[in-house]
């Protein structure tokens, strides 16, 4: 797994002290979709306005993707080398845990073949599975 720094580095962006800590959050879930709550409580002090700022350049530069599944919290999770959300034709699933509420990235659930019409333009597929994930069978 590579450390903030360096995926900061890869993207080309500054290495900020903030920056920094919003990465390390996000390496301590390497699977899990953060809630953005959960990073306002979790990060220290910091402003909203350069949470948000950070989080779409994140978002921007593919270092995070959004996660929707359904619930009101926005959440993000971060990208491995083998994320495809950021590749137009090549969306991964997501799978939300009924008991214990966490979102995870399946990266190996994806590629699927969609047909569409031919005047529809396709932007982006979620897939979102839902059960019961492997920490509360």
Do not use: W
Not at 7 to 30: A, E, G, H, M, N
Not at 54 to 78: C, M, N, P, R, W
Not at 100 to 117: A, R
């Amino acid at each position: 797994m590579s450390t903030s720094v360096d995926i900061l580095k890869r993207s080309d962006l500054r290495k900020t002290p903030f920056r920094i800590r919003v990465l390390d959050y996000f390496i301590l879930q390497p699977h899990a979709a953060v809630r953005n709550t959960d990073l306002e409580q979790n990060i220290g002090d910091f402003d909203r306005i350069t949470l948000y700022r950070t989080l779409k350049t994140f978002e921007e530069k593919g270092i995070i993707h959004e996660v929707v599944d359904g619930s009101k919290d926005q959440k993000y999770a971060l990208c491995h080398h083998d994320c495809k959300v950021h590749i137009s034709d090549g969306d991964h699933a997501h799978f939300s845990c009924k008991l214990c509420g966490n979102t995870y990235c399946l990266d190996s659930v994806g590629e699927l073949n969609i047909q569409l019409p031919s005047n529809y333009v396709l932007d982006k597929v979620q897939v979102m599975l839902s059960g019961t994930c492997d920490n509360c069978k």
